[in-house]
């Protein structure tokens, strides 16, 4: 049987995605109450990081680790990659040693071509497009509290980056209304929005897209790689910084999620992280349990 990808949302039916996240609750009770739960035992994951991160690698080793498996670490340095090797020549050895890749890196088509010549499951960990291990974790964090959000209207504040890419693809596979507030020529992928024209709005006033919102979601003004854009970056997104007076404006049960690390007085005020609307340490906390319930989904059906 072929192996099972995850480089975007798409990749599962709307059904497996609840039914991960259901699971991704369970096993979150499970490691409170102490449960020793290892369906991955001798089980290998190869994490490739041509990004770096602190939550992205921190969550998949200890989820494998708690799962009973283990992982491999490896940097640009660590890795023919970073010498030039054929990246389908690196899926076919890797394949034959571990039991799934995890690959953090720039251009989606390197996850795509690797994924293509890979014959374990290859899940995409953040790339200039997708980011969808995120939003598994951002689904999970709102059922937690609210319950499901099909039928809500979720709130996309800033950069038509990677994250709002997977919210365009989450809006599909969840059923909800996603408003995308950005300043001009700061859009998302155009073909993405049109293909999902029925359920997303690109708007450019941030308080007529937050109004009556059941969620509101922001992210850095500049991405890892736009470092020299930043101080045009600072200027031409000044009016979208997510506050308590425009949360507001939302939903009175509205939440506030942030993928972090965020950066306190550019996309969100000083005070909006620690606001109860907030749920962003609960987010970031669910990568561990949401990629858990992916991994256990992905190796061990």
Same mark, same amino acid.
């Given at each position: 049987m072929a192996a099972r990808h995850f480089l975007t949302l798409l990749d599962l039916s709307p059904s497996e995605l609840r039914q991960l996240i259901d699971r991704a609750i369970e096993l979150k009770a499970m490691q409170k109450r102490g449960d020793i739960h290892e369906p991955l035992k001798n089980r290998v994951l190869a994490m490739i990081f041509e990004k770096s991160s602190t939550r992205t690698r921190v969550s #998949?080793?200890?989820? =494998?680790?708690?799962?009973?498996?283990?992982?491999? #670490?490896?940097?640009?340095?660590?890795?023919?990659?970073?010498r030039g090797e054929p990246i389908e020549d690196s899926a076919r050895v890797l394949s034959q040693m571990v039991d799934a890749v995890m690959i953090r890196t720039f251009e989606h088509d390197k996850v795509e071509l690797f994924a293509e010549y890979a014959t374990v499951p290859v899940i995409n960990a953040l790339t200039d497009d997708y980011h969808p291990c995120q939003l598994l974790a951002d689904m999970q964090a709102y059922h937690e509290v609210r319950g499901s959000i099909q039928g809500k209207t979720v709130t996309w504040v800033g950069d038509g980056n990677n994250m709002c890419h997977s919210y365009i693809n989450a809006a599909r596979q969840w059923d909800f209304t996603l408003n995308i507030a950005c300043p001009e020529g700061f859009e998302p992928n155009a073909d993405l929005v049109q293909a999902n024209a029925d359920r997303v709005n690109v708007l450019r006033d941030p308080k007529a897209a937050v109004e009556n919102s059941h969620l509101v979601v922001t992210d850095v003004w500049a991405s890892m790689g736009q470092e020299d854009e930043a101080a045009e970056r600072m200027n031409k997104f000044a009016d979208y910084?997510?506050?308590?007076?425009?949360?507001?404006?939302? +939903?009175?049960?509205?939440? #506030? =999620?942030?993928?972090?690390?965020?950066?306190?007085?550019?996309?969100?005020? +000083?005070?909006?992280?620690?606001?109860?609307?907030?749920?962003?340490?609960?987010?970031?906390?669910?990568?561990? +349990?949401?990629?858990?319930?992916?991994?256990?989904?992905?190796?061990? +059906?």
């Open positions: #998949f080793e200890a989820g =494998m680790s708690q799962l009973g498996g283990s992982s491999i #670490f490896l940097s640009p340095r660590d890795t023919q990659l970073g910084q997510i506050s308590p007076a425009l949360m507001d404006l939302a +939903h009175p049960d509205a939440l #506030f =999620m942030h993928c972090l690390p965020a950066h306190r007085g550019e996309e969100v005020s +000083h005070d909006m992280l620690d606001d109860p609307r907030s749920v962003v340490w609960e987010e970031a906390g669910n990568r561990l +349990h949401a990629q858990k319930a992916l991994l256990e989904f992905l190796l061990a +059906h």
